[in-house]
């Protein structure tokens, strides 16, 4: 991704009150206009400043190549599908899956799917047409505000994705999903190391120092 340099500096930018609107709601709005990387993806046409996390835990490890088949859980509202695209080039694949409607992306097939379905792994793989080079999984459950329900219904999600990413992932490929702070399961992180040659867990710059949000990086898949 070519892009200029994430600028966090500057003048901050306050909202007038507006009648009707809550404290939680003012603060929220006032950290959007003032967060240099919804600047950046406004400015530079992602969809959300999610686009630069994984730019960023790509630049690093050099998971995404030319010409491979990406698979995005969790793709909307299309940030990480669109650096996906970037990377693999006019020679690759992309296909982006999430419950909700996106509007389409150049370069990627995007369907609409509950991935908890029993019918979804399925039909992703008749889309995918073969071995697929990264799974990502960006998918996370409505917050509850409980730490430990959220952290057990984001660990399903992710315990979902690794399922289907062992089923479709070709020889060396990379898993990439959403987890929380406190990391994976005992049993999770087994699995992947034992499926793959090198596991991180990535707090990516672009990810907010307030969020509990990581990734967990699973790289070189063995078959």
């Not at 999430?98 to 992703?124: R, T, V, Y």
């Not at 702070?181 to 087994?190: D, I, V």
Request: glycine share 10%; proline share 4%; aromatic share 6%.
């Amino acid at each position: 991704m070519n892009r200029a340099p994430i600028n966090s500096r500057g003048l901050r930018q306050r909202l007038k009150t507006a009648k009707g609107r809550s404290t939680s709601s003012q603060a929220w709005l006032e950290r959007q206009i003032n967060d240099p990387y919804v600047r950046a993806a406004k400015a530079q046409g992602y969809r959300s400043r999610a686009a630069y996390k994984l730019a960023e835990m790509n630049e690093k490890y050099r998971f995404l190549k030319r010409g491979m088949t990406v698979v995005d859980l969790g793709a909307a509202p299309g940030g990480w599908t669109q650096i996906a695209v970037e990377r693999v080039g006019d020679g690759g694949r992309v296909v982006g899956v999430d419950i909700q409607e996106m509007d389409a992306i150049p370069g990627a097939l995007l369907m609409k799917l509950d991935f908890m379905e029993a019918s979804a792994p399925d039909a992703i793989k008749s889309a995918l047409g073969g071995p697929v080079g990264v799974v990502l999984s960006d998918m996370a459950a409505s917050a509850t505000g409980h730490r430990e329900t959220d952290h057990i219904r984001i660990m399903a999600l992710c315990e979902a994705a690794l399922e289907f990413a062992l089923e479709v992932l070709a020889p060396g490929g990379a898993f990439v999903a959403k987890v929380l702070r406190g990391g994976t399961e005992r049993a999770l992180l087994e699995t992947l190391k034992r499926r793959f040659t090198k596991v991180v867990h990535v707090k990516p710059p672009a990810s907010r120092s307030d969020s509990a949000e990581m990734y967990v990086l699973a790289l070189g898949f063995k078959t």
